[in-house]
Structure formats: structure tokens, C-alpha cells
């Protein structure tokens, strides 16, 4: 019953939205009244494909369900820009008129306000077709050194690759993945961390697109997180069809590598909001590192969300990698991740703890991405204070 009051007030919204964009724009496009035509009709083929796209994964027939996601979903995206840039329009059109109020001349600029009606689609196209590319390409890899405060000579450049988020559903297939595990096992880590998100969707429905995993190869292995969509998307299904394919999940747990005589902890929690979804899986910082041994110079957590660093501060972690806000995946959005967690991307020092936050290895909803590249981190410890 919730989930349909927030879908019904999603479509109230949209609406609003579409209608906005069309009375700003189409009356004041220099076009014949075919094309103006033609763009209405464009805008209610968007109203409709946003929400099909947003439920495809519900309807269980393929390939139409991925055909209506991939439709939708691409839809949002572009629309998303178009709502923007229309505001951005009004805002300058705005600011022209009252330039030209203060300075007692005729207010209007018709050509400006042609002009820019014609602007908006054409430079949300563009956005769009640069954001589609860059989700849609294999993630880059992006090296980071992380010092730290009295590390063992042995583990001095000690690597961990981290893929995040990878989303693996509608429109995030297999070869997407092959293609990641190509990259990562060219990088030849001495530990794979992979801080959740994994996926969109039912084991039945994605394994096959998943099994790719288990190729990922690393000197000490591979270690998995939950993020919030395994529990959107069963999550003790997916657990055990990790494990199945070879990945260490830490649910809550650590365990202790031996790295040429130095002894490196790696420990992971469940999504911090995952005790909502089973009290048992209540993300617990202090209980992953419990009995780890205290002379380990590096203790690394893998946490989902940013947002478990007080916790793993106080846990006396040195390093934590975390995932989930997607670096805000395309802008606008991108300024209001902070709304919700402390870090959006990158590497910071909070309270003593290092946290880095992937941007994410793929994309969840529209293929987009702007301002917010994906990629594919190499960690690398090295010996220092900062």
C-alpha cells in the first residue's frame, strides 16, 4: 500500500514536471506547428515510458521486461536534463529581463527566448548521449595511496582493487561484467574488496549475468559486502549464490591475511540499514573487528555506506572503503548526496579513519553519467602520516 502511494505521487510529480517543460518550451520554439506537434506527443511518450521503465523489473517476460527498462530508464535520463536546463533557462531568461527593466529598455529578448527554447532539447541530447557513454564504457581505474601511520615494511604497497556498485539488472549484463573482472585481474591485487550493490534483481534472474565473478582473482582473495539493493533484492538468496561463486562474504566478520610475515586485517559489515530488513544482519562495526588480533598495524573495513565511519572510527579501524552514493552518478544530483552521507567521493581523514568512497563501478536506473565518472579503484597502502 505504501509503495503504491509513493508510485501514484512519482506519476503526480512526473506530470506536473512534463507539463511544465512543454509550456515552457514549445510555445516558444521558432518551429512550424508540426514539429510543436511532434514534441508534445515526444513529452506524453516520456510520462508513459518513465514509470514502465521503473517497473519493468516486475513483469516477469523476456525480453520485454528488459526492453521496457531500457526504454524508461534512458527516458529519465534524458528527461532529467531537460528538466534541468528548462529551469536553467528560466533562470537566465529571468535574469535578462530584469537587466533589462533596471536599464528602461523593452523587456522580452524574443530572439534570446527562441533561441534558447530550441537550446534546451538539443543540449540535453548532447548531455545525454555523453552521460550514456560514459556509463556504458568499462569503468577506468583510478589509483589512490592511502598512508598509514606505522605500517610494516612488508606491507608497504600493499594493493586492494575495489569495485562497487556495479547494479548488474535491466540494462547491466554480463559482458558489462567480464568486462570489469578483465580489468581487475589485469591489475593483479593482492585482495579484491567489493562494497555491495552487486545487483538489481532475483538470483533466477541474474545469476547467469553474476557468474562472471567468480573469475575475479587476487593474492588473498576476494571479499564481498552487502549495499541496500542485495535486501531489495533477497538478500540471503544472494549471499549464498556468492559464496557459491568463490566470494568471501563478511557479514559482520574479519578475517586475518598473513602478507610476507604481516599480518593485515580485512573485516566487512552488512548495509548499514540492513537490520531493518533482518535484526540479525544489523550493520555492527565493533563486532567485525572483535577478537582481531591488536598487533595488525592495517585494519580495513568494507562498508557500504560512508555513513558507517563514526562507528568504524570508534572501532579503531585505519581504512575504510565504502560505496553507495555513486559520486551522485549525474549532476544535478550529485549535491544532494550529502543530504544523506558524509562523504560523496574520494578519499578523506575523519576522526583518524582514512574512508574512501567509490564513485561506483556501473550505474543504477538511467545508463548516465555526468560530472561523476565510474571506476575501478587500486588501493595502495604506503608507509606515513597526514
Known sequence: MRRSAFFIRFIGIGVLFHLYVGVRLIPDAPVGIALKVLAALLLVASLVLIPLGMMARNIEQQPLSDRLAWLGLTALGFFSSLLVLTFARDLLLLG????????????????????????????????????????????????????????????????????????????????????????????????????????????????????????????????????????????????????RLGLTVLLNQHVVLDHDGARAVIAGVTDYGAGSFDPAHRSDPAKAIDGAPADAAVRVLLAHQPRSAPAAAEAGFSLQLSGHTHGGQFVPWNFFVRLQQPFVAGLVKFNGLWVYTSRGTGYWGPPKRLGAPSEITRVRLVAGVV
Open 96 to 243: 535578462v529581463h530584469l537587466a533589462d527593466w533596471l536599464r528602461g529598455t523593452p523587456i522580452g529578448s524574443p530572439r534570446l527566448v527562441a533561441q534558447s527554447a530550441l537550446g534546451v532539447p538539443f543540449l540535453a541530447v548532447v548531455l545525454s548521449a555523453v552521460g550514456f557513454y560514459n556509463a556504458r564504457r568499462r569503468a577506468p581505474v583510478v589509483s589512490v595511496d592511502v598512508p598509514i601511520d606505522g605500517l610494516p615494511a612488508a606491507l608497504e604497497g600493499f594493493t586492494i582493487v575495489q569495485i562497487s556498485d556495479i547494479h548488474v539488472g535491466p540494462t547491466i549484463k554480463r559482458p558489462y561484467v567480464e568486462r570489469i573482472v578483465a580489468a581487475v585481474n589485469g591489475l593483479a591485487p593482492d585482495v579484491i574488496a567489493v562494497t555491495g550493490d552487486v545487483v538489481d534483481g532475483a538470483v533466477p534472474h541474474l545469476a547467469d549475468h553474476t557468474r562472471p565473478l567468480s573469475g575475479l582473482r587476487a593474492r588473498h582473495g576476494t571479499f564481498l559486502v552487502t549495499g541496500n539493493h542485495e535486501y531489495y533484492s533477497g538478500a540471503d538468496k544472494w549471499i549464498a549464490e556468492f559464496r
